[in-house]
């Protein structure tokens, strides 16, 4: 079975909408070597409309650039890329194609196929309902010292209760926190009564 890692930019209040408008004065090396890891090293990548959009958009032309970001760009356009659309799509960058049926049979159905893993960015809508559906291995975020105050947060009011496994964490130079969790297989329990034994005596 193949796994489905979800990479996002997220401030300290949740927000993860225009991160372009305040996450690059925190983009170092080693937040590149994390994009690359999880990101960089998928042969599929799951994308939502919009977020395809954008990389349609920026990604092709850098590579042609030949710039710094050349070689990332060119592992981008290399990988095969599944769009989560209802439309009927004229994608014009390599190696692209639309998600076949509904997003929980489809995603299952990629799952099941041969291949590596499958790398998300952004595509947030797309996160929450693979994280709901228990599709979703590995979620990333890229925790920034920052309030942004205003914009979609990644988990909204209302949203199912859904247990969180810490399976990796380290903090860069910048502040910023690289926190890799994966699903509960059980939910935690426990009340104050349970809590007051760890308080200090």
């Given amino acids: 079975m193949r796994k489905i890692t979800a990479g996002l930019f997220i401030s300290v209040d949740g927000v993860i909408e225009d991160p372009q408008d305040w996450h690059f ?47 990332f760009a060119k592992k981008l356009g290399d990988a095969r890329k599944v769009v989560v659309s209802h439309q009927n799509l004229e994608l014009t960058w390599r190696n692209s194609e639309v998600l076949k049926g509904g997003l929980v049979e489809g995603v299952a159905a990629l799952k ?36 942004v105050g205003k914009g979609d947060r990644l988990f909204r009011d209302g949203s199912e209760e859904i247990g969180l496994r810490l399976l990796s964490s380290q903090t860069f130079a910048t502040g910023v926190l690289n926190l890799v969790y994966t699903r509960a297989e059980t939910s935690a329990t426990g009340g104050y009564d349970e809590a007051k034994a760890h308080l200090a005596q």
């Fill in 112 to 147: 099941a196929e041969q291949g590596g893993d499958i790398g998300m960015s952004g595509s947030v809508s797309v996160v929450r309902q693979l994280l709901v559906a228990g599709l979703l291995d590995e979620l990333h975020l890229l925790v920034h010292p920052i309030v």
């Fill in 25 to 71: 004065p925190y983009f170092n090396d080693e937040m590149g070597a994390a994009v690359d890891a999880q990101l960089g090293s998928a042969d599929t990548l799951l994308l939502g409309r919009a977020t395809y959009d954008g990389f349609a958009e920026a990604w092709p032309g850098r590579e042609q650039e030949g710039g710094e970001d050349a070689p």
